[in-house]
């Protein structure tokens, strides 16, 4: 435990925020709050402005420069009217900002280095009330503000930076990690970071934890936190159980054998087309890549459907007699975008800046690339007379010189007949392999797609070279 604690003290002194930062950040968002007043007096109706966020709570991890400012009007107010009161307010505190969506429109821009937020809410009495997702975010604030004293903010701190360190941190839907506020609440709820990774190496998924006691309903989730502030809602929802055993695995690997490396992320560097022909050479399996251009929406919309998109070519793929060994979706980005480490929209935190991707691959390893001529069919028993005579009778006349059959083999009729598709290109290639459950806005783009098989995959090494890296040289 002294050798743990000798490296948090460190990890401490590079990931807390130092005076001066807190100093400028807390200026800058005083500075943008009294501009935001400045401009709800000008409006016809009643608002108010509240920062929140892990800047607003001192739970930020050096670097980070987020500052979310929330206008909060009545809650009576219809959508239509908080939308352009909102943008009209954020245009004036960040004349050169952009507008985003979350759940409705908000003003994204920056200030003296700063990523700033406006979001408009809805001043309920009670996140059990919110009219919309962002509504709940300042409740959030104020039930972690409460709680939270100066340890445990550094706590907080060296969770986060911990799970950075591993990849598992950020709510949004490409990463589907753990979100800010659920850090937080967790070592809250464990009392540190110490003893939130000690709880975590022995847990047994499901777990739960509910802060308020509410016990209201029933997560079919691996992890379940109860929002102490919606009882109707669990913080961890997002949470994959890869992501959880992953945070697991390095809670263990943290306690046994303590090292500042865990609270450093990795940015692999891209894998080169040489290197990814060395890997096909070592493993002798086949890959393919169905490549097309990414529906222009944002990542939350984008992931979902690129992992529906490759679930149904897996399926497509393995029902043919391809077995995929293993698979994954890739798009040309940069690197992550949007909400990563937010827990409501609008709560947006770092962002490399990219535009997003424009190429989008599903990638998949196969054991088999190309089957007999002919495939097995098998019928119904014979004692099933019904089905067994309409199976025979189906096939008996049929003068498909490429059909054997049918005949008895135990107990069952049987035919081999020709195979649909002999090789992988030529499924991958055909109108089968867009009938398979794409996600919405993939389909029409796949439509033009470009399909490599073997080692003409190794071109893609310039586009997709991290996420190469990723899935030949996977950790845990």
Known sequence: MDELEAVLSRVRERVLPEPDERERLRETAAELTERAREAIADLPVEADVVQVGSTARGTWVAGDRDIDLFVRFDADLDRAELEE?????????????????????????????????????????????????????????????????????????????????????????????FSGYL?????????????????????????????????????????????????????AAVLSATNLARFQHYARELLAAPGEGFFEPEKPEPLSSAEVRDHLDRRETTPVAVLFDAPDVVDDQLWPQLRRSLDGIVGG?????????????????????????????????????SDGP?????????????????????GPPVAVRKHAASFYESYVDDVDPDTYGPFIDGDRYVVERERE???????????????????????????????????????????????????YEPRP
């Open 85 to 177: 009161y909102g943008l009209e307010v954020g245009h004036a505190v960040l004349p050169d900002g952009h507008e985003e969506y979350a759940e409705h429109p908000y003003v994204k821009g920056s200030h003296e280095g700063f990523d700033v937020d406006l979001v408009p809410c809805h001043d309920v009495e009670r996140a059990a009330e919110l009219v919309s997702a962002v509504d709940r975010t300042p409740f959030h604030d104020a039930y972690l503000s409460a709680r939270l004293d100066d340890d445990l903010a550094a706590d907080v701190v060296l969770a986060k930076a911990f799970l950075k360190g591993i990849g598992a941190y950020g709510s949004d839907l490409r990463t589907e990690g």
């Open 183 to 235: 850090t937080e609440l967790l070592v809250l709820e464990l009392g540190g970071f110490v003893p939130l990774v000690e709880s975590a190496r022995s847990w047994h998924p499901p777990v739960e934890f509910d802060p308020e006691g509410h016990a209201e309903r029933t997560f079919d989730d691996p992890l379940v936190v109860v929002d102490p502030t919606d009882p109707t809602r669990n913080v």
């Open 317 to 353: 793929l393995n029902e043919h007699g391809f077995d995929v060994l293993r698979a994954t979706a890739m798009t040309d980005a940069a690197g992550a975008t949007g909400t990563a480490g937010a827990d409501d929209p609008g709560e947006t935190t770092e962002s490399d800046g």
């Open 358 to 378: 424009t190429r989008a691959a599903l990638y998949a390893e196969l054991e088999v690339t190309e089957r007999p001529a002919v495939e097995r069919h098998d």
């Open 421 to 471: 598709f002999a090789t992988v290109r030529e499924y991958l290639e055909s109108d089968a392999a867009s009938d398979v459950a794409l996600g919405a806005q993939v389909e029409p783009a796949f439509d033009d797609r470009d399909v490599l098989v073997g080692g003409a995959v190794a071109t893609l090494a310039p586009a997709f070279g991290r996420p190469l890296r990723e899935f």
